[in-house]
């Protein structure tokens, strides 16, 4: 759901929605109860699903489920007008990219996004990749006059200079 302007916590976390505001941001989340209220009470029907099925049937249950709520953060998106068709979405972190969830996302978006495997991209460890690229960037583009590299007040240049690299 959106989350609600005049909180200051969302599920467990401390939020700021002025600085949200302020943005032009809208805040997107989901919750167990209220600010966490219930994580306690899923934690009881978590065990109790793993005496009676054991580890596979909770493996099982958890891909279902969270595969549920990325749909429904994306559809709450859409609803919200902050997805756009030129948009590729990131879905990272080794708890959204283990067990069946990549298959299961891409199969329910299926239902209302055209070709989903063009717009989600799984990484495990997004903040990692997006530095690589960043640092690749930055470390092949760098000169004399700007030893770091990159080419700051503009767009990225990665894409020029495979152009030039491509010719040769």
Same mark, same amino acid.
């Given at each position: 759901?959106? @989350?609600?302007?005049?909180?200051?916590?969302? $599920?467990?976390?401390?939020?700021?929605?002025?600085?949200? *505001?302020? #943005? !032009?941001f809208v805040?997107?989340?989901?919750?167990?109860?209220?600010?966490?209220?219930?994580?306690?009470?899923?934690?009881?029907?978590?065990?109790?699903?793993?005496?009676?099925g054991g580890?596979?049937?909770?493996?099982?249950?958890?891909?279902?489920?969270?595969?549920?709520?990325?749909?429904?953060?994306?559809?709450?998106?859409?609803?919200?007008? @902050?997805?756009?068709?030129?948009?590729?979405? $990131?879905?990272?972190?080794?708890?959204?990219?283990?067990? *069946?969830? #990549? !298959?299961?996302?891409?199969?329910?978006?299926?239902?209302?996004?055209?070709?989903?495997?063009?717009?989600?991209?799984?990484?495990?460890?997004?903040?990692?990749?997006?530095?690589?690229?960043?640092?690749?960037?930055?470390?092949?583009?760098?000169?004399?006059?700007?030893?770091?590299?990159?080419?700051?007040?503009?767009?990225?240049?990665?894409?020029?200079?495979?152009?030039?690299?491509?010719?040769?």
């Amino acid at each position: 759901m959106v @989350v609600p302007k005049e909180t200051d916590s969302f $599920g467990p976390f401390f939020i700021n929605t002025a600085a949200a *505001k302020e #943005k !032009e941001f809208v805040l997107i989340g989901c919750d167990v109860g209220q600010n966490g209220s219930e994580l306690q009470k899923l934690s009881e029907i978590g065990q109790k699903i793993c005496e009676i099925g054991g580890n596979a049937a909770m493996e099982m249950l958890i891909d279902e489920v969270m595969s549920n709520v990325a749909v429904e953060l994306i559809q709450c998106a859409m609803q919200q007008d @902050v997805w756009q068709d030129e948009m590729v979405i $990131g879905i990272t972190g080794r708890a959204a990219t283990t067990g *069946k969830k #990549k !298959e299961l996302i891409l199969k329910k978006l299926s239902k209302f996004i055209k070709d989903p495997e063009s717009k989600v991209i799984f990484a495990e460890d997004g903040l990692a990749r997006g530095a690589a690229v960043m640092s690749r960037c930055m470390n092949s583009m760098g000169c004399p006059g700007n030893p770091f590299g990159g080419n700051r007040g503009n767009s990225c240049i990665m894409k020029e200079r495979q152009k030039y690299q491509n010719r040769y």
